[in-house]
């Protein structure tokens, strides 16, 4: 009898607990930062949660090396994370963009058939990136829904950044041309 009360007693705690969080065990609404903790050199990264009081709530794990590093800024909207991992130091060539529900913490992830990617933003539809390789960038547009990704080249230009506001995608870029001279342009699409 004392065995089925305390079957009982953690079958109650479990849908107790559950029904305030998700399956992380997490409680999102106490959510108040989120810090990425990554490595270059192992394939496990982390985005440790803190509430108000700065006091540690959980945290997500995510087998992705360099996730978000310094120079490749995540981005939030609609409660929505996106953020870039880069892969292993030796080789930075994941090709991946994460989207992360700070809701319910659900993970999804778009496939994007470029490395180095960084500049991240988005639309309601679409998750644009940039890149650089060989003396050319690369802005990549990947349909949330179908992954579908279009891309275009910019030669002998480099896109620093990537903005979408008023339903324009304004792409921040130098020209170097064969003097060595630097002239900056705002590319809009």
Do not use: W
């Amino acid at each position: 009898m004392k065995k089925l009360i305390c079957v009982l007693l953690v079958i109650i705690s479990i849908f107790a607990f559950t029904g305030c969080h998700n399956n992380k065990g997490i409680d999102t609404n106490k959510i108040s930062v989120g810090i990425i903790e990554t490595r270059g050199n192992i394939s496990k990264s982390r985005i440790l949660f803190l509430d108000d009081q700065l006091k540690e709530i959980g945290s997500l794990p995510l087998d992705y090396a360099n996730v978000g590093e310094s120079f490749e800024k995540a981005l939030v909207k609609d409660n929505i994370l996106y953020v870039i991992p880069k892969g292993l130091d030796a080789k930075k060539d994941e090709k991946t963009v994460l989207e992360i529900d700070l809701k319910n913490l659900e993970t999804n992830k778009h496939t994007i058939n470029q490395i180095a990617m960084y500049g991240i933003t988005v639309d309601d539809n679409n998750i644009y990136t940039a890149n650089n390789i060989n003396g050319s960038s690369y802005i990549n547009k990947c349909n949330k829904k179908t992954d579908k990704t279009d891309t275009i080249e910019l030669k002998s230009v480099y896109i620093s950044n990537l903005f979408f506001a008023d339903n324009k995608l304004f792409a921040f870029a130098e020209l170097i041309n064969d003097s060595n001279i630097r002239t900056s342009y705002i590319y809009v699409y």
